[in-house]
Each structure stands twice: as C-alpha cells, then as structure tokens.
C-alpha cells in the first residue's frame, strides 16, 4: 500500500474519529458509558465477522492469539475511560488533551519500528504539548490553575491510546488490519456484557437499544470504520506519519461540540487548539 493511500485512510480515520467523538457524547449522556461502549462493541464485532472469515486462521498462531487478546483487553479499559470522559467533559477539551497519544504512539514508533524523527519534527510535538495544555486549563483563578472536567482522565486515555495505537499498528503489520481491529473489538464486547450483566443487567439495555437504535447504529458504525482505516492506514506505512494525520480529528469534534453542544471555551483554549491542530498539520506534512 503507497504512502498516498495510507495518508486517504489516515484522513478517512481523522474524520470518522471527530464525528463518532460527537455521535459518542451523545449517546454517553443518554445510557451512560458501558452500554455505549457494549454497543459499539456489537456493532463492530458484527459488521467486521464477514471481512474476519478469511484470516480466522491466523489465531492459531499462539502469539497473535495472545497479541489481539491483551489488545482486546487494553481497549476495553480504555475505551470505558474514553466514553467517560467524553460524557462529563466538553468535548472541544477532551479531544484536544486526547491529542497526548500522539507523542506517546511517536515513542513507540522510534522503539519498537525503528522510525526517524528530525528535530523539526521534535518542534512540532513540543507545540502540541503546549497547546494541549491551554486547551486543558479552565481558567486562571487567584494563582491557580482549573482543569476542565474530565481532564486528568483524559490524560489516562490519551496514554492507553498511544498504546492501543502501537498495538494495532504492530497486529495490522504482523496478523492482518482486519483481525487487528475485529479481535479486539469481540474480546472487548465479551467483556462489557459481562459487567453490564454484573452490573445492571439487560432489561434497560435491549430497552435503549429499541429507544436510541438510530443514534447507536450511526455511532457504532462510524466509531468502528474509524479504527479500521487507521488499521489499514497503518499496515504498510510509518505509524507516527499515520497518526500525525489522524490527530487533526479534533477540528471536526471543537466544531461539532461548540455549534451544536454550545460549549464555550475561552480565548487562549481556542488559541492552544489552533496550536495543537496546526502543528499536528505541520508534523504530518514535515514527514
């Protein structure tokens, strides 16, 4: 797969990640974070089962048995974090602090894939540190600082997904893209329907289910298509180029979030978003 084609995967994932953010907010507010991710869950594991049939026999391999599963794993703990703090927090702050992953995904790309970064580059993640950090400030207020909601889990998110990033690029490029993100995306649902079981029980989840069912279908599908372009994106192309161009999905979750959401944000929030989106522009472009 050329550059070109993985950058129009990478661009249909930025897109997919900022509209599926805002379709997940929504639903999050409505039946809560568990039962979105379950359904997220269901949607993907379905909808992936007929692309997955050819590769099944690739779990065979002991290795890539265990690969997808702690993969399945890390993104169902993750993935509930992410849910929550899209649910209690703007989704124009979440987003942008969310952009963390992308040093971290770097990181590994520089271990694990022998990647190369130049110092220009270097720059261009520093900005984004920055401007992470003015998006994350609430407002300044006698000498201290106030972090928006949902902010210090959205710093654990953005660390879980520089790993799960590292993780499926590694399946995407050693199993397939498919198995990288169906596997997963089935572990992961196994998990949430156990503790929706423990928890609550499925009276009021098949009952959402019927009430919500547009608003799931369309969240499911397009947070699903998301994480297989990025699959896809990155099966023979460098991971930090990939997800330098997919950090630029906040652009689509601030305008969704402050023109429909009505969210305000301040002037030096607005400021750190344009610096973070900006050199995430400028690293992907500077590659």
């Keep these: 797969m050329s550059l070109e084609f993985g950058m129009v995967f990478a661009f249909l994932a930025m ?30 594991s379905i909808g992936l089962f007929p692309l997955a049939l ?75 540190f920055i401007g992470i950090i003015l998006i994350a400030i609430k407002s300044f207020a006698r000498g201290k600082l106030r972090l928006e909601r949902g902010v210090f889990i959205a710093v654990i998110v953005a660390i879980g997904m520089g790993v799960i990033n590292f993780l499926t690029a590694a399946s995407s490029k050693t199993i397939s893209p498919i198995m990288a993100i169906w596997i997963p995306w089935v572990i992961y649902t196994i998990f949430c329907l156990v503790s929706l079981y423990i928890v609550k029980g499925f009276s009021k989840f098949t009952a959402n289910a019927k ?60 400021l750190g978003a344009g610096m973070a989106l900006v050199s995430s522009f400028a690293l992907a472009l500077s590659i």
């Excluded at 169902?76 to 927090?89: H, K, N, P, Q, S």
């Excluded at 930090?240 to 030096?268: C, D, H, M, Q, R």
Aim: glycine content about 6%; overall charge negative; proline content about 2%.
């Design 15 to 44: 897109v997919s990640w900022g509209v599926g953010d805002f379709l997940i907010q929504r639903t999050t507010r409505k039946i809560g974070d568990l039962q979105s991710l379950t359904f997220v869950g269901i949607i993907g």
């Design 54 to 128: 050819n590769d099944l026999s690739l779990l065979f391999y002991p290795s890539n048995f265990l690969l997808l599963l702690f993969l399945g794993i890390v993104t169902f703990i993750i993935g509930y974090l992410d849910f929550e703090a899209v649910r209690v927090g703007k989704l124009s702050t979440i987003d942008v602090v969310i952009e963390l992953e992308l040093p971290i995904t770097i990181i590994f790309a520089l271990m694990f894939f022998k990647e190369a970064l130049s110092f220009e580059q270097f720059f261009f993640i520093s900005v984004i």
């Design 211 to 270: 009430k919500f069912k547009f608003l799931i279908l369309v969240m499911g599908i397009i947070d699903t298509s998301a994480w297989l372009f990025y699959a896809f994106a990155v099966f023979k192309n460098e991971l930090s180029i990939i997800t330098a161009i997919t950090e630029s999905y906040p652009v689509i979750a601030v305008f969704l979030g402050t023109w429909f959401n009505k969210e305000k944000i301040n002037w030096y929030q607005y």
